[in-house]
């Protein structure tokens, strides 16, 4: 199999047809496709040994094209509350941020999330925000709060969590339930803009980065039954409805999945009759089940150990 | 009493204490109560689950009648009462006041400088126009004050005490029930900025 790598082209409208169909020719994917005015952003997985093909039709239509780490990896951007004292800074400026390499976050505010004593989560939003790949929490200065308070909100949350906070000096290991901890980003009023706060950002964009290459490479060791990529093609392909979606990303990729978003009980029987060039069917190969975000479909690749072949 | 003469926030740990004067300075900032506020004092206590601010108001605006914004002249033949505004930034209040009174449909705005009335009674009542209490900066004050403590709290402290008399204004905020040490710490708090301000 093909191994994929993520890359972000930024450039002019111009042409840039060309670099649609290049893509369909070597085999590759476009995850998304963004215009704005005169210029476009394509978020796409190309083929490791064309990816010089690629770089130089970008140069010739004079675009950028640059490595996008997080490409196919959703995102949640857990705050407390949706209240003022965490929107839109710091937490929209992380989300923000966050797709910069390439992934799709969603801001998810937990209903009772804020306080000390009385932080606390619901079953609903735990089990929504086990359907991305990896949570950030954004907590706010207090390091009382973030090493002895809120780690309770980790409880139930079986992907990897990644903590935002005010307090520069605290390690990964005093967060209890921790992956990674990322200081400098607490609690503000004003836009992330000081040198100390992109500083953070990036770092933030590093680790994140870092434990999406650990979930692949965990990955690589029994692969998936069927690339999410591939089933994206064969969605936009199969179920032409998907193009009269409005939303941002129809087709949310993440590591092991895919998200849908058409209404669950007019279309998961389609979902389910998916058809691949070799004779399966998408059921075969991967969970499909209402997602706790609106009404829309996930689907959750099996491993090729689980199904006995791939594709 | 300058703007902003004495701000001091107060913490057990340093850094954190940077971080609360960040967001109270962009709180101000974001409500432009900063020229309002001549001494300030917050003292946080995460561990308790505390959060006390003494406040010191400088001397602001007094109430405003619509002859502080604009001239009332009256057509008592047409039964019209027009009003020449001076100030535009009252105008909001102005026409939420006239709208409540006399109705939209008897209200019209030839143009942005002008408001027209009309009335049976147009001498009686652009008598009561002319001494209508348009606005009071020290109610818009308040409610900003209120705003801006609510804002700079941290969010789970959901108790709140809070005083406003004169020019002082006491908040104490908490996730726990409010105890009575902490309001008279505040208002200890207070008493400290006061005498502050004779030296």
């Known amino acids: 199999m093909a191994v994929l790598l993520p890359y972000l082209y930024t450039g002019g409208v111009h042409k840039h047809g060309l670099l649609i169909e290049l893509m369909e020719d070597l085999g590759g994917y476009i995850i998304q496709k963004v215009v704005t005015g005169t210029e476009v952003n394509l978020i796409m997985l190309v083929p490791e040994k064309d990816v010089y093909v690629v770089k130089k039709l970008s140069d010739e239509l004079l675009g950028v094209l640059v490595e996008a780490p997080l490409t196919g990896v959703e995102i949640a951007v857990v705050s407390p509350t949706l209240a003022s004292h965490h929107l839109p800074h710091s937490a929209c400026d992380i989300a923000e941020y966050l797709r910069h390499p390439g992934a799709n976050t969603n801001m998810i505010g937990l209903a009772r999330g804020m306080g000390r004593r009385v932080s606390l989560s619901m079953d609903y939003e735990r089990k929504l925000i086990n359907e991305h790949d990896i949570a950030v929490f954004t907590f706010g200065s207090f390091s009382d709060c973030i090493t002895k308070k809120k780690p309770k909100l980790f409880e139930g949350i079986e992907i990897p969590i990644v903590v935002t906070g005010g307090p520069a000096d605290l390690k990964s290991e005093d967060v209890p339930g921790a992956d990674l901890y990322i200081g400098n980003i607490g609690r503000v009023s004003h836009r992330l803009r000081r040198t100390e706060e992109i500083n953070a950002l990036d770092s933030l964009n590093e680790g994140v980065s870092k434990i999406a290459d650990n979930i692949r490479k965990q990955q690589a060791k029994d692969p998936l039954a069927v690339l999410p990529a591939r089933v994206m093609k064969e969605i936009e392909n199969q179920i032409p409805k998907i193009r009269t979606v409005l939303s941002p990303a129809p087709l949310t990729l993440q590591l092991d999945g895919i998200r849908v978003k058409l209404p669950y009980d007019e279309f998961h029987e389609k979902i389910e009759k998916l058809e691949f060039d070799e004779g399966v069917t998408l059921s075969e190969l991967a969970d499909i089940s209402r997602s706790k975000m609106k009404n829309y479909i996930l689907i959750k690749c099996k491993s090729k150990s689980d199904v006995g072949f791939a594709i | ?199």
């Open chain 2, 1 to 199: 009493m300058d703007s902003l003469e004495t701000f001091v926030v107060e913490s057990a740990i340093d850094s954190e204490q940077e971080f609360y004067r960040k967001i109270i300075e962009d709180n101000l900032a974001s409500l432009k109560l900063a020229p309002a506020i001549g001494r300030i004092k917050v003292v946080l206590r995460p561990e308790d689950s505390l959060f006390q601010m003494a406040i010191i108001l400088r001397e602001v605006g007094t109430k405003v009648t619509t002859i502080d914004i604009a001239d009332v002249e009256v057509k008592p033949i047409a039964g019209v009462v027009i009003i020449s505004i001076k100030k535009e930034q009252y105008i909001p209040e102005l026409l939420v006041k006239l709208w409540e009174r006399y109705g939209k449909a008897n209200i019209s705005q030839p143009d942005r400088w002008t408001v027209a009335i009309s009335t049976d009674k147009p001498i009686e009542e652009a008598a009561f126009i002319k001494e209508m209490l348009v606005a009071d900066p020290r109610h818009r004050l308040h409610e900003n004050l209120v705003d801006f403590a609510i804002r700079a709290t941290p969010e789970g402290f959901r108790v709140r005490y809070h005083l406003y008399k004169g020019n002082r204004f006491l908040f104490v905020a908490s996730e726990e029930a409010m105890k009575h040490e902490w309001i008279e710490e505040a208002g200890a708090m207070l008493d400290e900025l006061i005498e502050g301000g004779k030296k």
